[in-house]
């Protein structure tokens, strides 16, 4: 009986060694991903940054649009230019070209605004969704862990 206790204990003891030496690799293991996860999270916040900087800039180009522009109605523009005919200062077809001119000039204007608060509003969204995914992915993995549990 001695003998097998010995033997028991050797046992043991060579398990407890090979445990201990695989530990280490473990650690190795671990630093090494936190590495390569730090430089992932590096690079991704450097093009957020880059992005950020990109669509403030952007937004900044819009608004400065903005500004530039006026913005009336045909119908106090319709009111101006028939004073000014009324006035003898224009004729009536000089008023209706110059007045259909300018609505179309507006609506090309608006149009253009338009088209690029659409595209800012997509650049936007990519760039939240982008951050929100990770947050995503963990709360589906959360959900999926808890029913697994519950059943």
Known sequence: MA?????????????????????PAAKKTKAAAKKTTAKKAKARKAASK???AGLDKSVEQFRESLERSVTLSRDR??????????RG????????????????????????????LERLVKQARREVGGR????????????????????
Do not use: Y
């Not at 003998?3 to 530990?23: F, L, Q, S």
């Not at 000089?94 to 149009?111: F, H, I, P």
């Open 132 to 151: 929100a995914e990770p947050v995503r992915k963990q709360a589906t993995q959360a959900a999926r862990r808890a029913r697994k549990k519950l059943s």
């Open 77 to 86: 523009l319709q009111e101006v230019v028939d004073d000014a005919v009324k």
């Open 3 to 23: 003998a097998k206790k010995e033997t028991t204990g050797k046992a043991k003891k060579k398990a407890k060694a090979g445990t201990r030496a695989k530990k």
């Open 50 to 52: 880059n992005t950020v």
């Open 89 to 116: 200062r224009m004729t009536r077809s000089d008023a209706e070209k110059m007045l259909s001119e300018l609505v179309k000039k507006g609506r090309r204007q608006t149009d253009s605004l338009l088209k690029e």
